[in-house]
C-alpha cells in the first residue's frame, strides 16, 4: 500500500499500548504504519474510530464495557478492518470473535515484525490468523469432527450466555477457584457465584464439573 496505513490500538492495559506503539513504529518505512489512537474500553474505541477513521483496529477481546466484539458491533459496517490482539486462545474467544466481524485473530505473543506483517495484510482485505489458529478456524467453520458438538449447537449455546457469563464460564471450566476468577476479571466472588449460578440454570447443568465436561466437548478450553 502507498500510503501509510492508519491504526488504532485498543487494549486496556497502557502498557500493552505502549509496547505495540513502539513495535509498530519500528517496522519498514516503505510500508509504514502510524498509530492515530489509542482506547482503553469499549466507550473510548467507539468514539476514538470515530474521530480518526483508521484503516485497522488492534483490538484486544476482553475490554471493560463490553469487550471486542461490542465495539464492532456499535462500529457497524463499512468502517475499519478488525484484527484481534488477544492473549487468550480459547475456543470461544476466538470464534465469537471472528462471527463478530475480525478479520483476523493474532495471540499477544506474536513478534513485532509478524504483527506489522499481519496489519498490513488486514489492510489489504486478507484474513490472517496465528498459525496454531488457523487449521483451529477452519476445522471450526467447516464442522466438528467425531466425538465433539457441531459449531451451529456451540453457537446457539453460546448465545445463551452474556459475555461475562462466558469469561466466568471458560475460567472456571480451567479449574479456577471462584477467587481466582474475581481477580483475574476485576469482580466480586459473590459476583462469580450469581453469574456462574446463571450459566448452570441457562445451559441446564448442575455443577461445574459437568460445566467442564461441557466445555471440553466443545472445545472451548
Known sequence: MSAAIRVVVVDDHAMVRSGVRTELGAGDPASAI??????ADVEEAVAVIAATAPDVVLLDVHLPGGGGVEVMR???????RFLALSVSDA???????????????VTKSISGPDLRAAIVR????????????????????????????????????????????????????R???????????????????????????????????ELARWASDRRLL
Open 91 to 105: 475456543a470461544d474467544d476466538v470464534i465469537g470473535t471472528i462471527r463478530g466481524g475480525a478479520r483476523g485473530y
Open 175 to 209: 479449574g479456577y477457584a471462584y477467587k481466582e476468577v474475581a481477580r483475574e476479571l476485576f469482580i466480586s466472588v459473590k459476583t462469580v457465584e450469581t453469574h456462574m449460578s446463571s450459566v448452570l440454570r441457562k445451559l441446564q447443568l448442575s455443577s461445574r464439573h
Open 74 to 80: 456499535r462500529c457497524g459496517t463499512g468502517g475499519p
Open 34 to 39: 502510524t498509530v492515530v489512537g489509542e482506547a
Open 122 to 173: 488486514i489492510a489489504e482485505g486478507d484474513a490472517v490468523f496465528s498459525p496454531r489458529l488457523a487449521g483451529f478456524v477452519l476445522d471450526a467453520f467447516a464442522g466438528a469432527g467425531a466425538g465433539t458438538v457441531a459449531l451451529a449447537d456451540v453457537d446457539e449455546d453460546l448465545d445463551r450466555l452474556t459475555e461475562r457469563e462466558r469469561e466466568v464460564m471458560r475460567l472456571i471450566a
